[in-house]
C-alpha cells in the first residue's frame, strides 16, 4: 500500500507499478486521502480511483485496490461505477476497501460534510450495502437513512464475478464488523499489537457467526509498519531517519504491510506470491511504501 498523499506523482505510480510487474509482486493499493499527514502544504494527492484506472490501462497483471476508500467522499452509486470501470479497463484486477473516514483536515479543506463518528459509521454501512447490491441485483430499490434509490439497474456488470472483492477497513467494532460479516470479502484492522489482534479477531469470528456466517469465508487482514533494506544496517539506517529520537530496531516502520490470513474459499484469483516488496528506485524514494504478505493460517 502507498501512501498516494504524500505527493507521489504519476510518473511515480507508473514507476512503481512497472516495478511491480517486473519484480512479481501481485498488488499495488493505495491510500484514499487528499490531504498530505507530513507536509500538508507542499505534498498532494492525485486522486485515488482516477489514478488506478489510469494505472489499470497501463498494467497486465497487477491488482489494483484502495486501501481505504472514506464513505464520506463520494455518493455510493458514482463509487460503484467508478470500481466497475476500472474493472473493465484492468480486465478485472481491482478491490474495493471501504471505511468511514476519519481525517478532519481534508474534510474541511475540500467541503466534505465531516458528521459525527456514529452518523459516518451508519453512512458507510448503507454505502456497503449499496455498492455490494448495485453490482449484482436488478431494479435495486434502497430506503435509507441517508440515500434512496429506485428501480437500479447498474450496467455494465463488473468483469469480475459476482462482484470485486470487497475490503472493509476498521478496529473491528460492530459498526464496522456487523456491515462487513454481510457484505464483504475482507476486513483489515490496522496498526495493532498481537495482543490487539487476538482481541479484533476474536470479534472479527464472533461477528461472522453471529450473522450465520463462517469465519473461513472471510479473509482477516492486518496493516502494520515496516522497514525495507537491502540489508540489516541498511533497514536500521533508515530506521533512525525515522525514528531519530529513539533506538532504531528492525521493527521500526516506514510504511505499513498488510498480511492476509489464507481463505480456502476465496472466490477470486490472486497472486500466489508470499511476499510482496515495495520497489526501491530513485523515482520512488520519496514515496511513502508499503507491502504485503500473506500467512497460511489465521492468527491465534
Known sequence: MIEGQEGVTWEQW????GACEEHGVGTLFRSDHYVSFSDPE??????????????????????????????????????????????HVSGGRVELGLGAGWMVPEHDQYGFAFPSTSERVSIFAEQLEIVARSWTEDRLDFEGQHYRLRGLTALPRPVQQPHPPLIVGGSAKPGTLRPAARWADEYNTTFATLDDVRERRGRFDHALREANRDPDTMRFSLMTGFVVGQTRADALDRARELTPASPATPSSTTGSTTTRSHRSSARWTRSASGSRRSPRSASTASCCSTSCTRISSPCA
Open 14 to 17: 507508473l514507476a512503481l507499478a
Open 42 to 87: 507542499r505534498a498532494g494527492s492525485l486522486d485515488a480511483w482516477t489514478t488506478i484506472t489510469a494505472l489499470a490501462a497501463r498494467t497486465t497483471t497487477l491488482r489494483l485496490g484502495t486501501l481505504v476508500s472514506p464513505a464520506t467522499f463520494r455518493h455510493p452509486s458514482v463509487l460503484a461505477k467508478s470500481v466497475v470501470t476500472a474493472d
